[in-house]
Each structure stands twice: as structure tokens, then as C-alpha cells.
């Protein structure tokens, strides 16, 4: 994509117009898990569609806004609603919204999704704590010319979903008495669901869950230095897991119950952050 620097400044500087703080957190709520912006305070809302040069999400279950203002006496951005592939952007253009978060000032990122458990031993309304990745899919978003003024060509992903803020966020979920789980998320194209066969041969490979979004805002992230925490919802057995169909339906359901448990935990993340 023949993008420059100014392209996402132009989206950012849009953004500070409407609000007179610089968020330090970013949260990017996944399918079904909108309900947690209704927590933030002193609420300023951006329709995508209003922000320069941003994307526009197509998926029914994304609100398509941007909520900024006060969470647990922290700055942050909410995103309700994100991008993916399966939608038909490119894998380059899906950097856009971690980039314009970088130039507002966010320094951590909370990531959350619903994903369907490859580990058999997880049970639906499961939260799992991201701990690694496995991304065999497509070209990385950050293909092309780089941006010295986000981050270096070649960078380090060791720690991408960062040690110290999972020590955090296990921290939190046992004071609230919720039973995290801690596992590696497979990234996969979608928009359907994964074959009884992809789905065996992931967890050969040790994933734990698979999705078909983050990946992709964790690797702009960890380029633009802004630190990470994933938080898969289990919204679903994984194809194969058990002798059922595996529908969107489910998947909306499992995350309408467990909105509040998730709200609790993410409350609980940013208060200790």
C-alpha cells in the first residue's frame, strides 16, 4: 500500500481534535465484547466513518466506533468493532488503527477476541490469557516500505504478548475468582471455521485456541513498542472437538453470557496496569 507517515497522522490529529487528554491504553474489543465500553466515563464517540483515512468494519456484531475517555481513573481509547482480513483488507492496510493509537499516545494495548478452544481440556465461556502466537498465514502487515518513525525494519518478537503485564492480568483474575486459562492462539484467514483436519494438525503444533484476528495488531504493536495483553474469549469447541456444527450463533451467545465476567476482568487489568 503506498501509504507515508502523514497518512496516519492526519487520522490521528482528527482524533486529538475531538478530545483535550492522550490515552495511555488502547483496548480492542472483539466479537460480542462491546458491552465493556459502556464502563468508560466522560465518553467522546468517533464513528469510523467520521476518521480520516481509517477503515470501516462490515462485521454485524462491531459497533464501528471509537470511545475515548476515563476507565479506572485511566486515559484510554476504546475500540469496539476491529478489522480482519476475511473482510478483504489487505494484511498492509490492517496496521492502520495500532499505528493511529501509537500517535495518541497509547503504550499498552489490551487485545481481546472470541476464539474457538483447540484444547480439549477448555470449556466455552473460558478466558484465556494469550501467552504466544502461530501465524502460518499470509504476508505480515508490516510488508513493504518500513517507518523509522514507528519502529526498526527487523524487531524481536520473543516477548510480544509482554511477561510482566501477564503476571498482571493473572494477578487480577485471581482476586476476582476467575479461572484463567493460559495458552497460544493460532491465527487463521477465515471467514469460515476450520476443518476437523486444521484443527487436529493445530494442536500437533501446541495451539490452544484459534481465531481469525489479533495477530495482526500484536505484530504492529511490538513495532511500534507499544506493549501487549491477549485475552481470547472461549466461545466454542473447536471443529471436530465435539459431534456439533460450529455456527457464528454459538459464538454470539457464549459472549452475551460471559460480557460481564469479561468487564470484570478487564476492569481489574486496567485499574492495576
Known amino acids: 500500500m503506498n501509504y507515508d507517515y502523514e497518512y496516519f497522522k492526519e487520522s490521528a490529529d482528527y482524533i486529538l481534535s475531538k478530545i483535550n487528554f492522550r490515552p495511555s491504553i488502547g483496548i480492542v474489543l472483539g466479537s460480542c465484547l462491546g458491552e465493556l465500553s459502556d464502563e468508560i466515563e466522560n465518553q467522546v464517540i468517533i464513528d469510523y466513518d467520521e476518521i480520516p483515512n481509517f477503515l470501516k468494519s462490515t462485521v454485524k456484531s462491531h459497533a464501528g466506533r471509537l470511545i475515548l475517555g476515563q476507565l479506572k481513573g485511566k486515559d484510554v481509547i476504546c475500540m469496539s468493532g476491529r478489522f480482519h482480513y476475511y473482510e478483504g483488507y489487505e494484511f498492509e492496510q490492517l496496521v492502520i488503527p495500532i499505528r493511529v493509537f501509537k500517535l495518541l499516545g497509547v503504550e499498552t494495548v489490551i487485545l481481546t477476541n472470541a476464539a474457538g478452544?483447540?484444547?480439549?481440556?477448555?470449556?466455552?465461556?473460558?478466558?484465556?490469557?494469550?501467552?504466544?502466537?502461530?501465524?502460518?498465514?499470509?504476508?505480515?502487515?508490516?510488508?513493504?516500505?518500513?517507518?523509522?518513525?514507528?519502529?526498526?525494519?527487523?524487531?524481536?518478537?520473543?516477548?510480544?504478548?509482554?511477561r510482566e503485564l501477564r503476571e498482571i492480568v493473572k494477578k487480577s483474575a485471581k482476586d476476582l475468582g476467575i479461572n484463567l486459562k493460559e495458552g497460544i492462539y493460532f491465527y487463521a484467514e477465515g471467514p469460515q471455521f476450520e476443518t476437523p483436519a486444521e484443527i487436529r494438525a493445530m494442536r500437533a503444533?501446541?495451539?490452544?485456541?484459534?481465531?481469525?484476528?489479533?495477530?495482526?495488531?500484536?505484530?504492529?504493536?511490538?513495532?511500534?513498542?507499544?506493549?501487549?495483553?491477549?485475552?481470547?474469549?472461549?466461545?466454542?469447541?473447536?471443529?471436530g472437538v465435539l459431534n456439533n456444527r460450529v455456527t457464528a450463533e454459538e459464538v454470539d451467545i457464549v459472549a452475551s453470557q460471559s460480557a460481564e465476567k469479561f468487564k470484570r476482568l478487564v476492569n481489574e487489568i486496567v485499574k492495576k496496569i
Open 117 to 162: 478452544a483447540i484444547n480439549i481440556s477448555y470449556n466455552t465461556g473460558d478466558i484465556m490469557l494469550i501467552e504466544d502466537h502461530i501465524k502460518f498465514m499470509g504476508s505480515s502487515p508490516l510488508r513493504g516500505n518500513n517507518f523509522d518513525e514507528f519502529g526498526p525494519r527487523f524487531f524481536d518478537m520473543s516477548n510480544a504478548y509482554d
Open 205 to 239: 503444533m501446541g495451539a490452544d485456541a484459534v481465531g481469525m484476528s489479533t495477530v495482526t495488531e500484536v505484530i504492529t504493536a511490538i513495532h511500534c513498542n507499544i506493549k501487549v495483553i491477549g485475552l481470547s474469549l472461549i466461545s466454542n469447541m473447536a471443529a
